[in-house]
């Protein structure tokens, strides 16, 4: 199902992996819907795939690394963080399993786990920046001690049970815009 001008992936799949600039991927959109609607076209079509995680698929594919960034990315457009949330969520819930070969794809010394725990924290970090994308924590509370920063995140959330949505996120204090 890949095409053939590609490796680990295809066209499809590489359009969403721009981790240095996805704002910059945002802007060449023509519009914040055009953009939100083209993400979740993608994300809709694979839901239709019928063959195991491990088989690549056209569209996105849980087991494939060009593609872990990608159900983060609709927090890049303004009212996209509840299909951030949606996704991850449903990703957890689809794509994975606590049975032998639970892990879609290769697990490549833990990309996947990783993964899947940081979308259970609620947190995916951007790599090479300081920022964090907002998600649908599984856990009512977590704290991560960051070693190399000499510091701890928090994750607390109220109201666990009541669904996938989060309403409102601060840190140290102050909200943080969860729609922008």
Known sequence: PLQQKY????????????PQDPDGLRALFPSNETYLSDLET???KSTTW?????????????GNEPDLLS??????ATGGATRTQYWTRWLMEHKYTTEAGGVPGNDDFGTMSAWYVF???????LPGTTRYFVGSPTFPSAV??????DDTISVLVHNASAGIFVETAT???VDIDLQN
Not at 7 to 18: I, K, R, T, Y
Not at 71 to 76: C, D, E, H, K, M
Not at 144 to 149: D, K, N, T
């Open 71 to 76: 159900p983060w990315q609709f927090s890049f």
């Open 50 to 62: 019928a063959l195991p995680n491990t088989i690549p698929n056209p569209w996105y594919w849980a």
């Open 144 to 149: 991560v001690h960051r070693v190399a920063q």
């Open 171 to 173: 840190v140290n204090g």
């Open 119 to 125: 979308a259970s924290l609620g947190l995916y970090p």
């Open 7 to 18: 490796l680990e992936g295809d066209a499809a799949q590489w359009l969403w992996f721009v």
């Open 42 to 44: 993608f994300f809709n």
